[in-house]
């Protein structure tokens, strides 16, 4: 069970700015793979988070695991999948978390929240209760109840590399050297390419 009140889950829920399933989806997620790798929160690139969705839950990731795109730890696949896989550069271990709860399929209330919305009624109140209500449900079940884990046999992915920005030919804008596309004999941004 997961104290509700904890400052982690405080904090994750300030950085996404509300509570919902999908962050404390995220949350149960990040805590257990920091638990299975024997990990910290890191400083900078020493733990990857390979995310196949871009949910509520990958805010919580974020903040908890402290894997970003911005250091280039936390790496998008989009395969519409709540399934996360975490893994320490430094021991080459990994884990691969799936989610399984149940708790939407089961509930006939959140196909006719959906159908009422719609129809055009306003649920936003119910709705909101019911969230809540799930997100407690996440927050509080056993683990072995809603999540999968299994060990990661994947490649640990490079650490990012700094690359040398140029502008586009076309639009001016400063975009990485390496994402350029040639146009009609120019160096261009993908944006300008794809026009």
Do not use: W
Request: aromatic content about 8%.
């Amino acid at each position: 069970m997961n104290d509700l009140h904890s400052d982690d889950l405080r904090g994750a829920i300030q950085f996404h700015g509300h509570l919902c399933p999908g962050l404390a989806l995220g949350y149960r997620v990040a805590q257990a793979a920091l638990r299975e790798l024997g990990a910290d929160r890191p400083g900078d690139e020493e733990l990857v988070a390979i995310v196949e969705n871009d949910s509520c839950a990958v805010d919580a990731i974020q903040f908890i695991s402290g894997c970003t795109f911005g250091k280039g730890n936390l790496i998008f696949r989009d395969y519409g999948k709540h399934v996360y896989t975490f893994i320490d550069r430094r021991t080459g271990q990994g884990v691969r978390i799936a989610e399984d709860y149940r708790g939407f399929e089961d509930d006939p209330r959140f196909d006719g929240f959906r159908r009422r919305q719609e129809a055009g009624e306003d649920v936003s109140r119910e709705k909101q209760v019911y969230l809540m209500e799930k997100s407690a449900a996440i927050l509080q079940a056993e683990e072995k109840e809603f999540l999968i884990l299994q060990p990661a046999a994947a490649l640990t992915p490079e650490p990012a590399r700094i690359t040398t920005s140029v502008r586009c030919a076309r639009c001016n804008e400063k975009f990485m050297e390496s994402r350029g596309r040639t146009k009609d004999g120019k160096v261009v941004c993908i944006p300008c390419f794809e026009k």
